[in-house]
């Protein structure tokens, strides 16, 4: 049982490349969801989805897609990278919503130059 | 909307000893969730510990206990006998208990140092 895995951990792009994050689970969760963490500030939500082929925005959309073709991938891109995104990104999943606790994966670190 | 404020950046404590990380929240709701999370250098998030509003009784689990007031909107957490392994980034965190409000609300987090 890999739990919540993240492809990759580290990546430098430049200003206006693009690129996909690939979280994936295998703990057959409806809920997954896509935070940033910034220094000094706690976790931001930044696109959810309550199951297969749903999305919705959370606090922080703008200047990101996602999608969640299957229910055990859920994919974060970046159309045109910009210093701004500069970020750790983390996925997360759930059984579901309410007071389920939210599995986390270990983290992609993005550095846009 | 909710806010998260955790008012203690860094804290530190000697190893055996006990040590109370703060929290406080804003919302207009009655029904809610809240939670402890620990980041240690890994930056694997962990879930410590969670309470539900409508729940009186303060949350345990093992060495990690809840003072959860609810009129004060306050959610602190109290780690007993700190272990050296207990050094890590705490976030408290809160959730609406109504459906299709899902996202956690973060505090910006409390360095825990433990001193051998």
């Known amino acids: 049982n890999a739990g919540v895995t993240q492809t990759p951990k580290f990546r430098v792009l430049k200003t206006g490349q693009s690129m996909t994050l690939l979280c994936a689970q295998d703990?057959?969760?409806?809920?997954m969801y896509w935070y940033r963490q910034d220094p000094g500030m706690g976790l931001r939500l930044i696109h959810y989805?309550?199951?297969?082929?749903?999305?919705a925005k959370g606090e922080v959309p703008d200047g990101y897609n996602v999608s969640r073709l299957k229910k055990q991938n859920f994919l974060l891109g970046l159309e045109s990278a910009a210093p701004s995104q500069t970020s750790v990104y983390f996925c997360?999943?759930?059984?579901?919503?309410?007071?389920?606790?939210?599995?986390f994966g270990p983290g992609t670190r993005l550095t846009v130059t | 909307a909710q806010t998260v404020t955790q008012s203690q950046p860094e804290m530190s404590v000697q190893e055996a000893e006990t040590v109370t990380l703060s929290c406080t929240y804003d919302?207009?709701?009655?029904?809610?969730?809240l939670f402890w999370y620990k980041q240690p250098p890994s930056r694997q998030m962990i879930l410590v510990i969670r309470?539900?509003?409508?729940?009186?009784q303060n949350a345990t689990e093992n060495r990690f206990s809840v003072n959860f007031q609810k009129a004060a909107k306050s959610f602190s957490l109290k780690i007993s006998d700190s272990q050296l392994g207990d050094a890590a980034m705490y976030f408290c965190?809160?959730?609406?208990?109504?459906?299709?409000?899902?996202?956690?609300?973060f505090g910006t987090g409390t360095r825990l140092t433990i001193i051998p």
């Open positions: 919302t207009s709701e009655s029904d809610y969730y």
């Open positions: 703990m057959n969760h409806e809920y």
């Open positions: 989805s309550v199951g297969e082929g749903t999305t």
């Open positions: 965190a809160y959730r609406s208990a109504q459906l299709g409000n899902e996202k956690l609300t």
């Open positions: 997360a999943s759930s059984y579901g919503p309410l007071n389920t606790e939210q599995y």
């Open positions: 309470q539900e509003a409508y729940k009186q």
